[in-house]
């Protein structure tokens, strides 16, 4: 018996010191919560924030958050952000699947252990707002044609 647990011990430890296991764990765990414990959002624009606790497996040698988990825990929010406003189903549905195209990140101060944190969107450039309104102008001139005007978008 003591040689069995020793053995999921030893499993558990390498689980989670090579294939970072708490990210593993975390996302399908933001997503149910998504999902089940938070309320839909029908707008993918819509602000949304996601908290997080920088945890050991987080910290360099420098005992502060890695740098590349900050993008990591702005991966985590962004799996939240789709679930909640159904983009993760509808991928589903359809057999795709999200692909992340770019990144950028700009780090502002050091995070330290169990520090607590939250990912939220920053101020939109004025190219992203122009780009933003284009399609809204575009989707609105669409749905004038098709007759439907903002009742799917109400919806």
């Not at 011990?9 to 919560?33: K, Q, T």
């Not at 740098?67 to 909640?84: C, M």
């Not at 707002?129 to 009742?151: F, K, T």
């Amino acid at each position: 018996m003591l040689g069995l647990l020793m053995a999921v011990l030893a499993l558990a430890l390498a689980y989670f010191a090579l294939l970072d296991g708490w990210y593993l764990v975390r996302v399908p765990c933001a997503v149910l919560r998504a999902r089940l414990l938070q309320p839909r959002v029908r707008d993918l624009l819509a602000e949304q924030s996601y908290a997080g606790r920088v945890l050991p497996s987080d910290l360099d040698l420098l005992l502060h958050m890695n740098n590349a988990r900050y993008l990591r825990e702005a991966d985590v929010a962004r799996a939240a952000h789709l679930a909640r406003c159904g983009v993760l189903g509808a991928l589903r549905a359809l057999g795709a699947r999200a692909v992340l195209a770019a990144s950028c990140a700009r780090y502002r101060r050091s995070l330290r252990l169990l520090e607590p944190f939250e990912v939220e969107p920053p101020e939109l450039p004025a190219d992203l707002q122009h780009w933003i309104a284009y399609n809204e102008a575009s989707s609105q001139l669409l749905r004038a044609e098709s007759g439907l005007g903002d009742v799917v978008k109400d919806q």
